[in-house]
C-alpha cells in the first residue's frame, strides 16, 4: 500500500446544449428583462489602446455546414502584452468576450484590440493571439483554439511551433481581408480541420 | 485567487467522447485530429474576472426573477447549492456561475425551442451568481421538467439543469449539467451516456438534501463542482535544467 494522492478529479463536462444562450447570451434566445446587459459584450471600453480589429467567420461542422447554434468565448492580453488584472494592464480591456453565431448566416465578428505578445515565464515570446473557446449542441466539451494574425511574425511562437504538419497552422492564422479587417473559420473536421488544443 | 501556478493537464478520461452515434449531432462536430497538448501558459492561466456589481439581487432566484419579483414561477420548488473547489480541494472563491434550464413543463424560453408544452409566463430559465470566500453559491429554481428532443426515435432528457463556471483561469472554463437523483430517464440518455465513466456520471447527480430543505418551502438539492488545479511547487517559471 501507498499513501492516497488526495486531489479531487474534474467535473465532467457536458454539452452546452441548443440553448446555451438562455443562460450566456439571454437576448439572443429572445429573453430580456432579467439581466441588464448580456455578459461578455465587448472586450474593450472607449478609450482602449492600439488598433482596433474585426475579426469575422464562422465555425464549420463536418459537412461544411456554417453551425447557427455555436457560442464563443475570447479571452486576449492587452495591446502590450498584458493580460488583466494583471499589473500595468490597460484599464480599458476587458480581455473578455462573449458572442454567438448568427442565427440565420452563422457568422460571427469579434471588434478588439490587437493583442500584444504575451512573455513566458522563460523568456520566450508567444505571437500576438486571441484565444478562443466554442461550446454548441453537439459539442461535448469545449473546444480550445487561437487566433494569431496573418501580418505578425509567428516565426518563433511556441505553440505554432508544436504542430507537426506545417500546413495545419495555417487552421490558426487569421487572413487579413482589409485595414483591419480579418477572416478567422473554424472547421470542426474535414479538410483544413482546424487545430484544438488541450493546455 | 487559487494562486497563479501551471494548470494541471486536463484528464480528458473523465469528460465526454467528443463523438458519439447515438448522440447523433456531435458525430458531425467532433474534431477527428488529435488534440495539440502543451504546458499551460498565461493565456490559459489568467481569466476574466467578475465583480458583485455585475450580480442584482434576484439573479440567483429563478423562482422571481423574470418577473422581478412581481410573480412566482409555476413549478416544484427547489433550492441548488454546493461548492466550487479546484482539484487541489481548495474553494473557488467569487466566480461567476450561470445556470440555464426548462420550465417545470420541459420547456425552454428560447426561439428555436417548439416543444407544445407551453410556456410559463412567470419563468425565464436563466440565473447567475458569484461564489462567496468559501466557494459557496445556491440558487432558487422549480425543478425543470423532462423533455422529449429529437435525436433517436424516442428520446427524452431528464431533468437537468445546465453549469457554466468560469473560476479564475480562461483554461479552467467549464460547461456541464446537473441531474436529479432518481430520475430513471438519466440512465437511457444519450447526451449523459458520452461520459463513459459510470462513477463520473454520477457525479453530475445532485443528491437530494433534506437536511438543508426548508419545512413548507423548497427542496434542496446539493451539487458540488471540480474545476481544474494549479500545481503548487517552488519550481516553477525557471528556465528548463535549472
Redesign the interface.
Known amino acids: 500500500m501507498v499513501q492516497p494522492i488526495d486531489l479531487l478529479v474534474e467535473t465532467a463536462s457536458q454539452t452546452a446544449g441548443p440553448y446555451v444562450h438562455i443562460g450566456c447570451i439571454p437576448s439572443f434566445a429572445g429573453l430580456a428583462g432579467v439581466y441588464p446587459e448580456d455578459l461578455g459584450l465587448s472586450p474593450i471600453a472607449e478609450g482602449a489602446q492600439g488598433e482596433i480589429v474585426t475579426i469575422t467567420g464562422a465555425v464549420h461542422d463536418g459537412m461544411g455546414w456554417a453551425m447557427r447554434d455555436a457560442m464563443l468565448e475570447s479571452w486576449q492580453a492587452d495591446a502590450q502584452g498584458r493580460y488583466p488584472g494583471t499589473p500595468g494592464a490597460d484599464p480599458h480591456v476587458s480581455g473578455f468576450c462573449r458572442f454567438a453565431a448568427d442565427k440565420d448566416t452563422g457568422e460571427f465578428t469579434l471588434r478588439t484590440v490587437r493583442p500584444g505578445a504575451v512573455a513566458l515565464p522563460d523568456g520566450r515570446r508567444m505571437a500576438p493571439h486571441i484565444s478562443l473557446w466554442i461550446v454548441a449542441r453537439g459539442i461535448n466539451i469545449g473546444l480550445q483554439t487561437r487566433i494569431y494574425f496573418e501580418d505578425e511574425d509567428n516565426s518563433a511562437d511556441p505553440l505554432l511551433a508544436r504542430i507537426e504538419q506545417r500546413p495545419r497552422v495555417e487552421t490558426l492564422i487569421a487572413k487579413k481581408t482589409g485595414e483591419g479587417r480579418f477572416r478567422f473559420d473554424i472547421r470542426l473536421q474535414g479538410a483544413g480541420e482546424t487545430v484544438f488544443l488541450d493546455l | 485567487m487559487t494562486g497563479t501556478g501551471r494548470?494541471m493537464?486536463?484528464?480528458?478520461e473523465?469528460?465526454?467522447?467528443?463523438s458519439?452515434p447515438d448522440?447523433k449531432?456531435?458525430?458531425?462536430?467532433?474534431?477527428?485530429?488529435p488534440?495539440?497538448?502543451?504546458?499551460?501558459?498565461?493565456?490559459?492561466e489568467?481569466?476574466?474576472?467578475?465583480g458583485h456589481s455585475?450580480i442584482?439581487p434576484l439573479?440567483n432566484n429563478l423562482i422571481l426573477?423574470?418577473t422581478?419579483g412581481q410573480a412566482p414561477a409555476v413549478g416544484e420548488r427547489i433550492r441548488v447549492h454546493g461548492r466550487v473547489?479546484?482539484?487541489?480541494?481548495r474553494p473557488v472563491p467569487h466566480t461567476?456561475v450561470?445556470?440555464?434550464q426548462a420550465n417545470a413543463g420541459g420547456r425552454?424560453?428560447?426561439?428555436?425551442?417548439t416543444y407544445f408544452a407551453p410556456l410559463d409566463p412567470n419563468f425565464?430559465?436563466?440565473?447567475?451568481t458569484l461564489t462567496d470566500g468559501e466557494g459557496r453559491y445556491e440558487f432558487l429554481t422549480i425543478r425543470p421538467g423532462a423533455y422529449p428532443w429529437p435525436n433517436r426515435a424516442n428520446d427524452w432528457r431528464p431533468m437537468h439543469i445546465?453549469f457554466?463556471v468560469f473560476g479564475h483561469a480562461?483554461?479552467q472554463?467549464?460547461?456541464?449539467?446537473m441531474y436529479f437523483e432518481g430520475d430513471p430517464l438519466i440512465a437511457r440518455c444519450p447526451?449523459?451516456a458520452?461520459?463513459r465513466?459510470r462513477s463520473?456520471?454520477d457525479?453530475?447527480v445532485a443528491p437530494l438534501d433534506l437536511q438543508n430543505s426548508r419545512p413548507m418551502d423548497y427542496l434542496a438539492y446539493k451539487f458540488d463542482?471540480?474545476?481544474?488545479?494549479r500545481r503548487q511547487t517552488m519550481f516553477?517559471?525557471?528556465?528548463?535544467g535549472m
Not at chain 2, 449531432?25 to 485530429?33: F, L, Y
Not at chain 2, 489568467?46 to 467578475?50: D, E, I, K, S, V
Not at chain 2, 463542482?225 to 488545479?229: D, M, P, Y
Open positions: 494548470l493537464p486536463r484528464r480528458r473523465v469528460h465526454p467522447v467528443a458519439d448522440y449531432t456531435s458525430v458531425s462536430r467532433a474534431p477527428t485530429w488534440l495539440l497538448s502543451m504546458e499551460s501558459t498565461p493565456s490559459e489568467t481569466g476574466p474576472r467578475f455585475l442584482g439573479d426573477n423574470f422581478q473547489l479546484d482539484e487541489t480541494g461567476l450561470e445556470i440555464w425552454y424560453r428560447h426561439v428555436k425551442d425565464g430559465g436563466c440565473g447567475r445546465h457554466s480562461f483554461g472554463r467549464l460547461i456541464t449539467q447526451i449523459a458520452t461520459v465513466d463520473q456520471l457525479r453530475l463542482i471540480v474545476l481544474r488545479g516553477e517559471n525557471k528556465p528548463q
